[in-house]
Nanobody, 123 residues
Framework: QVQLVESGGGLVQAGGSLRLSCAAS????????GGWFRQAPGKEREFVAT????????NYADSVKGRFFISRDNANDTVYLQMNSLKPEDTAIYYC????????????????WGQGTQVTVSS
C-alpha cells in the first residue's frame, strides 16, 4: 500500500502561483510514476501532469503546458506541482496519484490516489 497526502492548496488571485506537494509513504516511492489530476465542480477528473520514476521525463496536459511544472524528490518521497500564471479555470480539487513501475502515464489507471487539495483562483 502507498499512502498519498496532498498539501499546498488554497485561494490565490489570477496570475498568482501555488506549489502543491504530495507526500508518499508505505512503499519505495521511486518505483512509482507520479501524476497530478484535477476535478472541477460538475466536471470529470482530468489529467494535469505526470513524471517518470526517476524524474527525468514529464508530460503535461495542453491546458497547463508552460505554466505548470511537475517534479519529484525521491529521497523525501514527494512529488510537487508548481503552478504559475494561474487562471480561474484552474479552480479544482487537485489529486496526486502513483502507478507501479510505470513510464509517465496520462490515463486514469493509477494504483493509488490521494484525498485531494482544493485550489481556488479568483478573477
Amino acid at each position: 500500500q502507498v499512502q498519498l497526502v496532498e498539501s499546498g492548496g488554497g485561494l490565490v488571485q489570477a496570475g498568482g502561483s501555488l506549489r502543491l506537494s504530495c507526500a508518499a509513504s508505505g512503499r519505495t516511492f521511486s518505483n512509482y510514476a507520479g501524476g497530478w489530476f484535477r476535478q472541477a465542480p460538475g466536471k470529470e477528473r482530468e489529467f494535469v501532469a505526470t513524471i517518470s520514476r526517476s524524474g527525468g521525463t514529464t508530460n503535461y496536459a495542453d491546458s497547463v503546458k508552460g505554466r505548470f511544472f511537475i517534479s519529484r524528490d525521491n529521497a523525501n518521497d514527494t512529488v510537487y506541482l508548481q503552478m504559475n500564471s494561474l487562471k480561474p479555470e484552474d479552480t479544482a480539487i487537485y489529486y496526486c496519484a502513483a502507478r507501479w513501475w510505470s513510464t509517465p502515464y496520462s490515463g486514469m489507471n493509477y494504483d493509488y490516489w490521494g484525498q485531494g487539495t482544493q485550489v481556488t483562483v479568483s478573477s
